[in-house]
């Protein structure tokens, strides 16, 4: 199994650009998140999924959007880049819950983005 | 609401003492609890995790951490820290449909 896939890894952008991260799970996990690190801070969540059609706001939610149509895809849209958004992001999945002792969120290996 | 503390921004440990970090969780319920490591630059590993059952929970690296429910505490320990643990550690907490809730992370430093 691959995992969580996140892609591109490394992006520059620029103001006002447009891009779309993408993230895929083979593990069929209803929960998908997506979470940003800024330098030397702990992770803060953007958005989450339960499950195909369902997305709700983390706690800095304004400046993205996502989309969940099917189970494997949770892309993260940045419509206008600004250089607050300079981040590493990081998508993660988990199974449902109980899941005897399959509980743990699985993280992709983030993508760095940086907007100039 | 759900929340879990780190109370420990940093932490300086000497190579080859003993290391404890800190995790205070504030839930209705149980939480499954976890422990995960980011080195620089790097994604997120799990070290351990602890969903219910024996209070002491084994990882891996040589990494364990005890469930104590009246404290509310899953503290993370390692009785001898090697210069490769310098990393930053993020316990996280997760309750039936919930979503996980991140603690702020403690960095890591190992001297020499």
């Known amino acids: 199994n691959a995992g969580v896939t996140q892609t591109p890894k490394f992006r520059i952008l620029k103001i006002g650009q447009s891009m779309t991260l993408q993230c895929t799970q083979d593990m069929n996990h209803n929960y998908m998140y997506w979470y940003r690190q800024d330098p030397g801070m702990g992770l803060k969540l953007i958005y989450y999924s339960v499950g195909a059609g369902i997305t709700d706001k983390g706690e800095v939610p304004n400046g993205y959007n996502v989309s969940r149509s099917t189970t494997e895809d949770f892309p993260l849209r940045l419509e206008l880049a600004a250089p607050s958004q300079t981040s590493v992001y990081f998508c993660a999945s988990t199974p449902p819950l109980p899941g005897g002792g399959n509980t743990e969120a699985f993280f992709g290996q983030g993508t760095r983005l940086t907007v100039v | 609401a759900q929340s879990v503390t780190q109370p420990d921004i940093h932490i300086t440990v000497s190579e080859g003492a003993s290391l404890e970090l800190r995790c205070n969780y504030s839930?209705?319920?149980?939480?499954?609890l976890f422990w995960y490591v980011q080195s620089p630059g790097q994604g997120l590993q799990l070290l351990l995790k602890y969903f219910s059952g024996d209070t002491l929970v084994q990882g891996i690296k040589g990494f364990e951490a005890e469930f104590k429910r009246s404290q509310s505490s899953f503290n993370l320990r390692k009785p001898s820290v090697h210069w490769s643990d310098a990393a930053e550690y993020f316990c996280?907490?997760?309750?039936?449909?919930?979503?996980?809730?991140f603690g702020t992370g403690t960095r890591l430093l190992v001297s020499p």
């Open positions: 839930y209705g319920a149980t939480p499954y």
């Open positions: 996280v907490g997760r309750t039936g449909f919930q979503k996980l809730v």
